[in-house]
């Protein structure tokens, strides 16, 4: 079995960056795909950003392109989302993600291990 757990989040302020980090444990790490999602309060949880497993293809919400950065370290076993120039609407709890296999977009079917979550809030 996967576990994931999220740390990183806290309070900044918009325009200011931070990294969230997923640390994975469990067997046969290279063979998933990972992404993060998020969940502001009132809306439906959605994508954010998915790295697949073998070709280490990159993946992007439309308001995340250009300011966020997904990646893996595999000898840490850790997936990592670096936020930069975030803004008020960002402001959710992010939650990392694994699925086994490839994948093609942004999205949440076939994710079905799950970390519990860590909140980011953009604030001055």
């Known amino acids: 079995q996967v576990q994931l757990a999220e740390s990183g989040g806290g309070l900044v302020q918009p325009g200011n960056s931070l990294r969230l980090s997923c640390a994975a444990s469990g067997p046969s790490l290279n063979h998933y795909s990972f992404g993060w999602f998020r969940q502001a309060e009132g809306k439906e949880r959605e994508g954010v950003s998915c790295i697949s497993a073998s070709d280490r293809r990159t993946y992007y919400a439309d308001s995340v392109k250009g300011r966020f950065t997904i990646s893996r370290d595999n000898a840490k076993n850790t997936v990592y989302l670096q936020m930069n120039s975030v803004k008020p609407e960002d402001t959710a709890v992010y939650y990392c993600?694994?699925?086994?296999?490839?994948?093609?977009?942004?999205?949440?079917?076939?994710?079905?291990?799950w970390g519990q979550g860590t909140q980011v809030t953009v604030s001055s």
């Open positions: 993600a694994a699925k086994p296999g490839l994948i093609a977009a942004v999205d949440p079917r076939g994710y079905v291990y």
